[in-house]
């Protein structure tokens, strides 16, 4: 990873994590999230995975303020995405458990993000 890749991804995990923290108190089931990312095609590359503990959560969650906090934070970084659908994913714990036995590495792998 380049020195001016590094910087990115270092502004880009705190902003995400701002955006985390805000998920957690505004969504019931709300667990955590995730980035992938390929420096040679940023910010095209671009994919946050949000990930609920159940498929009846995420039902309920609001998926267009997520695309609405997670573009904020990228603007707040001077990242411009166009299309945020396109960027951000949506998965629960209960999905991996049951596909993937837990292993979020496998599933991630198997969805095509470089682990």
Not at 97 to 114: A, D, I, S, T
């Amino acid at each position: 990873m380049r020195k001016t890749d590094k910087k990115i991804d270092n502004s880009l995990r705190k902003a995400l994590t701002q955006v985390c923290d805000i998920a957690q108190s505004e969504s019931d089931g709300f667990e955590w999230l995730t980035h992938f990312v390929n420096y040679d095609r940023f910010p095209n590359s671009l994919n946050v995975v949000c990930v609920f503990d159940t498929q009846a959560n995420l039902a309920l969650a609001n998926q267009e303020s997520f695309h609405r906090h997670i573009k904020d934070a990228l603007d707040s970084i001077d990242i411009k995405v166009k299309d945020m659908s396109k960027h951000v994913q949506f998965d629960t714990e209960e999905n991996c458990e049951k596909e993937n036995k837990g292993k979020w590495n496998v599933r991630f792998q198997q969805q095509g993000f470089q682990v």
